[in-house]
């Protein structure tokens, strides 16, 4: 385990509500190459924050990864919504395409 994400889970033994070490969780593991847990803490980080698109696209190119194409399909589409309302097309662009690989 590293460093950081030790450090990441010592801040939400404190605060298990805090999304910040959710999200910071989720890129460790994603180095790690720990799918698994990308998905787990980008779900949490999900459920506890508002997100402009970002997360959702990892947690679909995640879920891509894991071979559960449907609940991808629902993140990117999720996150193109979210791009779209805080003003992200490029973003919202590159989910649209994912989205036509997927199908």
């Given at each position: 385990?590293s460093?950081?994400?030790?450090a990441l ?11 910040r ?7 460790e593991y994603?180095?790690a190459?720990?799918t698994?847990?990308?998905i787990q ?8 924050a ?15 990864k894991a ?8 993140a ?6 979210q ?5 992200h097309p ?5 989910f ?6 997927l199908?």
């Amino acid at each position: 385990m590293s460093d950081r994400i030790a450090a990441l889970q010592k801040m939400l033994e404190r605060n298990p509500g805090e999304a910040r070490a959710h999200f910071g969780l989720a890129a460790e593991y994603e180095r790690a190459g720990d799918t698994q847990h990308v998905i787990q803490h980008l779900q949490r980080y999900l459920e506890l924050a508002e997100d402009q698109g970002n997360a959702w696209g990892r947690l679909a190119a995640a879920l891509v990864k894991a071979g559960r194409s449907e609940e991808a399909k629902q993140a990117y589409q999720r996150g193109n919504t979210q791009a779209h309302a805080h003003g992200h097309p490029s973003m919202a662009g590159e989910f649209e395409l994912a989205l036509e690989d997927l199908d």
